[in-house]
């Protein structure tokens, strides 16, 4: 690596994104700060340091994302090393009662954006003979979230694409990773305490944004095509997911202990 190669990050305004474009910064990377519009870009690279670069793109708009998917192939290519999709937002409520729209928002968004850029970046870097593709998931990727259907789709939906990605470009040089986080005390967690989200995010401990970038660097280290935050909540998960008949029993206990997580999560100062 060397102080010219850049790494593009999306979402990278605050939380994850933020924490983890910073630690890029600081071994010497050139940030590529992506957010949904200059303002918020430019807040972005001003809060990373003097080495970031501000893009704007709204993920949700196909023009935009196919606009920055060539800037990534073409302008920054030859020097991209980290490609790290990160963007994400959640729309709660029970799929009878979400809109068309919201549900079409969030898929753009966490899916088919993250795909469209991973393929401009899995072209540039595979030109290059190495690189990395990072994404942020979620254990709900694995683990049905009641009032987050549409969230659990698209996440479950970029875990299949980057094993797939992976598998396709394992013999290239470049890797693809996918970090899995469990509830993450972020300003999104507190949207969803705050409006119909789901209560299972708050059965055990939330995990703080440096520990899912501390998930980030182990991915970026090690190559693993998986990385589970805390790894012990990965286990369980995974463990659902392969007796998925015991979930429905378990729902409403673990309703209960969730919803007296959230009100403890709310009745905390934000930020």
Request: charged share 20%; glycine share 10%; with cysteine.
């Amino acid at each position: 690596m060397t102080k010219s190669t850049y790494a593009l990050v999306t979402g990278a305004a605050g939380g994850i994104g933020l924490e983890v474009a910073r630690r890029l910064a600081a071994r010497g990377h050139r940030v590529l700060a992506v957010e949904r519009d200059r303002e918020l870009a430019a807040e972005a690279a001003r809060q990373i340091g003097p080495t970031a670069e501000p893009v704007a793109c709204d993920l949700a708009d196909d023009a935009a994302v196919a606009a920055l998917a060539d800037r990534i192939e073409h302008e920054w290519g030859p020097d991209l090393e980290i490609c790290f999709l990160n963007a994400g937002i959640i729309i709660p409520g029970d799929v009878v009662e979400t809109s068309p729209r919201a549900i079409d928002l969030q898929l753009r968004v966490m899916l088919t954006s993250a795909i469209a850029l991973a393929r401009a970046a899995a072209r540039a870097l595979r030109a290059r003979g190495s690189g990395h593709i990072v994404a942020t998931v979620s254990q709900g990727a694995m683990l049905a979230l009641p009032g987050s259907a549409t969230y659990t789709a698209a996440k479950a939906g970029l875990r299949g694409f980057l094993a797939a990605l992976h598998l396709e470009l394992r013999a290239t040089g470049v890797r693809v990773s996918g970090v899995y986080p469990s509830a993450v005390d972020t300003p999104m967690l507190r949207h969803e305490a705050e409006n119909g989200g789901s209560v299972l995010n708050f059965v055990g401990k939330l995990s703080t944004v440096a520990e899912v970038a501390d998930g980030v660097d182990t991915a970026m280290r090690t190559g693993r095509v998986e990385v589970f935050v805390p790894f012990s909540d990965g286990v369980l998960v995974r463990l659902l997911q392969a007796v998925p008949r015991i979930v429905p029993v378990l729902l409403p206990a673990l309703q209960r202990v969730g919803e007296r997580g959230r009100l403890r999560y709310l009745a905390r100062p934000a930020g």
